[in-house]
């Protein structure tokens, strides 16, 4: 389970780059532009995080939806996360409203044993992330790679 685990978390990565490099079509122009991944959340292992990172988002001509490769680090206090993955933004109407989802390879580590957890065990996994005018709900799940034991993380927190 594990080695899957981390099969489908290098496809991911795998996939954010080919389709971030992907060439544009003699029809495209595209503008690239670097923005910043910042919340802060309410979560379960975590308990309360604040997350901070880059993203490089590709605006696709005539739309208003843009898409990119992304890294950030996240610091709570029961442990630490670090995720490299991929986003899409949608924004409508300059700023009326913001969307923007995201998918990552991530990797938690525990700094207490709360809940269970190993302090200082590695746990590697899959982490999605979606926000619609700030309100940002996550999921993951997240396997030891130790032993075959597991973690669910979910939060709803404020940010993208």
Known sequence: MIRAMRE?????????????????AASETSSGFPFWVANIKASYPQIMSAELGATYQLKIPD??????PF????????GQKVHAGYSVAIVHGGIEWIAVGRLSASYFQPWSS?????????????ELVGSYNMFLL??????????????????VGFGF
């Open 71 to 78: 890294i950030s680090y996240e610091p709570g206090l029961t």
């Open 8 to 24: 489908v978390s290098i496809l991911i990565v795998i996939l954010a780059s080919v389709f971030s490099s992907r060439p544009a």
């Open 114 to 126: 709360e809940f269970g957890l190993q302090s200082g065990a590695n746990y590697y996994g899959i």
């Open 138 to 155: 996550s999921a993951g799940q997240y396997f030891n790679s130790e032993n075959d034991k597991s973690i669910t993380a979910v939060g």
């Open 63 to 68: 739309s208003n939806v843009s898409h990119g």
